[in-house]
């Protein structure tokens, strides 16, 4: 009869222990930033086991793929995670030893050498204004610019419906 009892305890404590596992789908973030989306994870007392590959497209992925089978996330060296109820998310945290070294390059750009040339450009607005009092006006503004070796001008105009036109010419050594 003890056997019997010591064999029921121990039946029921193996059921207990087993049963108590949880199945979740949950979104995996490594330090900040989203890694896995959706993964099974198995919860027993706050560890997650998966069999996925939970880290093979982030910076881990050599890490990662060291790890065979189900894998305790929460009980990995170096890394600690944290479960978000209300978001259905595992926040894992890894030490920056585990991230391979990042080497910054600049590669040098080839530009072009600063040259002179000749150029020109013309350029228009028209406006047209209807007012409330029956008349109406036509703006016309254009510019006018050109471009040598070493003189750069530039030639305004205004014209108004009136005939008025008004002529600023600039120049400048450049």
């Known amino acids: 009869m003890y056997i019997l009892v010591k064999l029921m305890l121990g039946v029921g404590a193996f059921y207990s222990s087993t049963s108590s596992a ?21 919860n027993k007392n706050n ?6 590959d939970v880290l093979g497209d982030s910076l881990l992925a050599d890490y990662a793929s060291e790890l065979k089978g189900k894998v305790d996330y929460c009980g990995l060296q170096s ?29 040098r750009k080839n530009t ?21 009092s029956g008349s109406a006006t036509t703006d016309i503004f254009s510019n006018g610019e050109h471009f040598l070796n070493w003189v750069f001008s530039k030639l305004r105009q205004i014209c108004v419906k009136s005939g008025i036109v008004l002529v600023t010419p600039l120049f400048q050594r450049g």
Request: hydrophobic share 35%; proline share 3%; with cysteine.
């Open 47 to 52: 560890h997650f086991w998966s069999t996925d």
């Open 112 to 132: 072009l050498a600063i040259t002179k040339s000749r150029g020109a450009l013309l350029n228009y607005d028209i406006y047209y204004r209807n007012y409330e």
């Open 79 to 107: 890394i600690s995670c944290k479960y978000s109820y209300e978001k259905q998310r595992l926040y894992l945290t890894a030490d920056a030893d585990l991230f391979p070294d990042q080497v910054i390059t600049s590669k």
């Open 22 to 42: 949880e199945t979740l789908f949950l979104d995996v973030y490594l330090n900040g930033k989203p890694v896995s989306e959706l993964v099974q994870f198995e």
